[in-house]
């Protein structure tokens, strides 16, 4: 946030950083989305501005007019790019092309007014409507986050380096559930043999990869959902009926955790079913059979931005919407379990679980364990940190107070109706 707000502040009334002044403004948007789909209400308008307004205890913001506001900056700071103004040197999305900024804004600007579709349909259909011919064109406008490896902790792809470890040590826990496995396994998804793998490992004393790891999707199998190694019954997935070995549970692919590997933020993919759920609900940006069938397939071709070997052809892509066609009574559980499907993929949890939070759908069976904190229901929302209760004190307790359902993980933000 700081980084975000720093850069604002300082571009801001330099014409000559007007782009860059913009794609601060839009990367703020995208990071504060972020956190208020998290926690719900939090320090926005008065956030990382202390060295500038000396107000180091900044109030907590409803999420309501965070999100009015989220909207509006993306809006103005998409139309204000400008081509052949100043080029944002060091630009590891984008590399400085304007015109991809501004798709990118457009997009982000629609998946904040869909976020909306229960909560203020008016204000959401308000912008969907900004946003028609504004939007990504292809994979080639996905914004991708680049890397390297060598600079450590502040260079590395972070997925990779904290599923990976400091050391280089391979994380040997890591598997694919088996909801996720079984949706792709049960519907013939080509995506199966790029995204899992089986026998990843073949041993937990040195847990080194096997280089010759299975891709064959038939033997892909997800792990249990809630299972773990703990030893402790009911829970240990060794006690299991279905329990074979555990290296025969499935892997992400190694392309996907690269530390020199790209980080998903926004794609094309996410856009199109986006659009085609806008099509369906209110009848705006055109066809959803259309926008659907462009959506999944790029939710299957994208995965050569992981790594080359991932790729998944067109036409395995037409061949599985040839089974898979779009009907309109079913259509938003589609579009939704595709979306679930696709950001899952793209590694970005965030963004699977607030969707599903605003939609219901993919239907998810709840994993029920004694004494829980939610009593047998999926989370809703992060807790507050407790950090806050020290260093924002007055705050963080009236923000705490005010949450509906109580500062828990079973709470609800204010757009989760």
Do not use: C
């Not at 107000?55 to 809006?75: C, F, G, M, S, T």
């Not at 890397?147 to 990779?160: E, I, L, P, S, Y």
């Not at 199998?221 to 009926?241: E, T």
């Not at 085609?276 to 705006?284: S, T």
């Amino acid at each position: 946030v700081k980084y975000a707000a720093d850069l604002v502040e300082f571009t801001k009334g330099k014409a000559q950083y007007n782009n860059v002044h913009q794609i601060g403004r839009i990367w703020k948007a995208l990071i504060f989305q972020r956190l208020t789909d998290l926690y719900g209400d939090i320090p926005y308008f008065d956030a990382g501005k202390g060295y500038y307004t000396g107000n180091l205890y900044p109030k907590y913001d409803a999420q309501q007019a965070i999100y009015a506001d989220l909207l509006k900056e993306v809006d103005e700071a998409g139309t204000a790019l400008t081509a052949g103004g100043d080029v944002a040197t060091g630009d590891l999305v984008y590399a400085g092309d304007v015109n991809k900024w501004k798709r990118f804004a457009a997009s982000l600007m629609l998946r904040m007014a869909m976020r909306l579709t229960k909560a203020d349909a008016t204000l959401a259909q308000t912008y969907i409507t900004k946003a028609v011919g504004k939007t990504m064109t292809g994979d080639a406008d996905n914004a991708l986050f680049k890397h390297d490896a060598n600079g450590g902790r502040v260079t590395q792809n972070r997925a990779a380096q904290v599923l990976l470890g400091d050391g280089g040590q391979e994380n040997y826990y890591t598997r694919w559930s088996n909801t996720f496995i079984n949706y792709l396994k049960t519907n013939n998804d080509p995506r199966l043999s790029k995204v899992a793998v089986t026998k990843l490992y073949l041993t937990d004393v040195t847990k080194a990869q096997n280089p010759a790891f299975i891709t064959t999707a038939s033997v892909q199998k997800g792990m249990p959902n809630g299972k773990d190694l703990s030893g402790i019954a009911g829970r240990d997935v060794r006690q299991d009926a279905s329990y074979t070995d555990f290296t025969d549970y499935s892997s992400p692919n190694p392309g996907m955790l690269k530390r020199d590997g790209n980080t998903i933020i926004l794609t094309y993919a996410e856009t199109e079913l986006l659009w085609a759920e806008a099509a369906q609900r209110f009848n705006i940006g055109g066809s959803a059979a259309t926008h659907y069938n462009a959506g999944v397939t790029s939710a299957m071709t994208y995965l050569s931005q992981f790594d080359a070997s991932m790729a998944v052809n067109a036409g395995d892509a037409a061949t599985y919407l040839a089974a898979h066609p779009y009907v309109a009574a079913n259509g938003l559980e589609m579009i939704s379990t595709q979306y679930w499907a696709h950001t899952i993929t793209m590694l970005d949890f965030y963004e699977t679980w607030s969707n599903w939070r605003r939609t219901g759908l993919p239907a998810l069976v709840p994993i029920v364990y004694p004494n829980t904190n939610t009593g047998g229901s999926i989370p809703r929302r992060f807790p507050y940190p407790l950090i806050e209760g020290v260093s924002n004190s007055a705050n963080y307790k009236a923000a705490s107070a005010a949450v509906p359902g109580g500062d828990k993980l079973v709470g609800k933000v204010w757009w989760d109706k």
